[in-house]
């Protein structure tokens, strides 16, 4: 079966970092992927790791470790518009369909 | 703005109606995948069509179908509506990135209400 795992919500400061984790259990991987989603908005892409190791895109970045199922995104210099749903996924190798976890409620203080 | 169009925005409907949501892929995009996602619950993956031909299902009531037309925009039928139908329904296209990643881009949802 299929299941993913990240916690339900976190809180940090603005400017601070911090980082969310998922893991997961597949029986068919081709891809992790990371999407920032805002309230009653649509998903937007953030990151996509398919080897293991750190993806870095600016402030954001992602790692990968296939052999342990678990992944993280890591988010720098905080900012209030940083608040939103972070959603782990993982692409099914045989569908191509994308898996979600629940996702993870940030919430940035001042 | 991810290139991906959805109609209608909103709907808001009674229970036993039917509902058609519309969705057009970013322009060359072949694929359109549906997913709904309800209240405190994660997106959930409902049906894929590539050209015109089911890919893969999911979890899709029968009360549900879908398909996609030959200018590759797809439509989604919900028929016999009931309360917990109400939800957001997101259509995602497959976009390429550069170094061959390939990667579904959201368009913007319909959230339908059922009364």
């Known amino acids: 079966g299929q299941n993913i795992d990240q916690p339900t919500e976190m809180t940090a400061t603005e400017g601070a970092i911090v980082q969310i984790n998922c893991t997961y259990q597949t029986s068919g991987f081709n891809g992790l992927f990371w999407y920032q989603q805002h309230a009653g908005e649509a998903p937007t892409f953030l990151s996509y790791n398919v080897l293991d190791g750190l993806e870095e895109k600016g402030r954001f970045s992602s790692f990968l470790s296939r052999s342990k199922g678990y992944s993280y995104l890591l988010l720098k210099e905080l900012q209030m518009k940083d608040s939103a749903s972070y959603l782990c996924a993982v692409r099914d190798y045989n569908t191509d369909k994308l898996i979600f976890g629940t996702g993870t409620r940030l919430q940035v203080f001042p | 703005d991810s290139g991906v169009t959805q109609t209608p925005k909103h709907l808001i409907t009674a229970t036993g109606q039917r509902v058609t949501l519309r969705c057009s892929p970013r322009?060359?995009?072949?694929?359109v995948y549906w997913y709904q996602q309800s209240l405190d619950q994660g997106l959930q993956f409902l049906i894929h069509?590539?050209?015109?031909?089911?890919?893969a299902k999911g979890n899709i009531l029968e009360r549900f179908s879908a398909q996609q037309f030959p200018d590759l925009h797809s439509e989604l039928n919900l028929s016999s509506l009931e309360l917990g139908d109400s939800a957001l329904y997101f259509c995602?296209?497959?976009?390429?990135?550069?170094?061959?990643?390939?990667?579904?881009?959201f368009g913007p949802g319909t959230r339908l209400t059922v009364l």
């Open positions: 995602a296209s497959s976009v390429v990135l550069a170094g061959g990643t390939d990667t579904q881009y």
């Open positions: 322009s060359g995009d072949l694929s």
């Open positions: 069509y590539y050209n015109g031909e089911e890919r």
